[in-house]
C-alpha cells in the first residue's frame, strides 16, 4: 500500500496461517531504472504460534524448558524426552550431579534474567546508581 509519504506491507490472516512461527529476518531494498540497489532498512519479526489452531503449545522459553529438564534429571522424574535433553552438544543423563547443579545455576539466572527483562526490568539485576566527583 502507497500513501504518497511512505509504503506499508500487510498481510491477511488467511494469507499468514500457513507461515511457520519462528523468527525471520528482512531487509527493505530499493532498485533503480539502472539496477542500483540501495538497502533501507532491516528488521527482525517474530511469527508466534496460532495458539487456536495448535493441539499443543509449550509458551516456555529455551532456558525454561531446559531448566525443568534438569530439574526433573536432578528430582528422578524425568521423562524419556526430558532424559536425554540435550544442551550444547551434551546430554543431561550423562551428566554428573555436580555438572547439573552448575548448570542448574545458569539457567536459574537466565531465567531470571529473561523474567526481569519481559517485566520492563533490566535483564542484568539491580541498578546501582553511581556518582564520580
Known amino acids: 500500500?502507497?500513501?504518497?509519504?511512505?509504503?506499508?506491507?500487510?498481510?491477511?490472516?488467511t494469507e499468514t496461517a500457513a507461515w511457520a512461527p519462528g523468527r525471520y529476518w528482512w531487509t527493505l531494498r530499493a532498485a533503480s531504472a539502472d539496477s542500483d540497489v540501495i538497502e533501507l532498512e532491516t528488521g527482525e519479526l517474530l511469527i508466534a504460534p496460532d495458539m487456536v489452531a495448535a493441539d499443543t503449545f509449550d509458551g516456555r522459553s529455551e532456558a525454561e524448558t531446559a531448566l525443568a529438564a534438569i530439574d526433573a534429571v536432578l528430582g528422578k522424574?524425568?521423562?524419556?524426552?526430558?532424559?536425554?535433553?540435550?544442551?550444547?552438544?551434551?546430554?543431561?543423563?550423562?551428566?554428573?550431579?555436580?555438572?547439573?547443579t552448575k548448570l542448574r545455576a545458569h539457567f536459574v539466572a537466565l531465567v531470571a534474567r529473561e523474567r526481569r527483562k519481559a517485566a520492563g526490568q533490566s535483564g542484568w539485576g539491580r541498578t546501582i546508581p553511581v556518582r564520580f566527583s
Open 77 to 100: 522424574r524425568a521423562t524419556i524426552d526430558q532424559e536425554r535433553y540435550r544442551i550444547n552438544n551434551r546430554e543431561l543423563y550423562r551428566m554428573s550431579v555436580s555438572d547439573l
Open 1 to 13: 500500500m502507497h500513501d504518497g509519504a511512505g509504503h506499508a506491507f500487510k498481510q491477511t490472516a
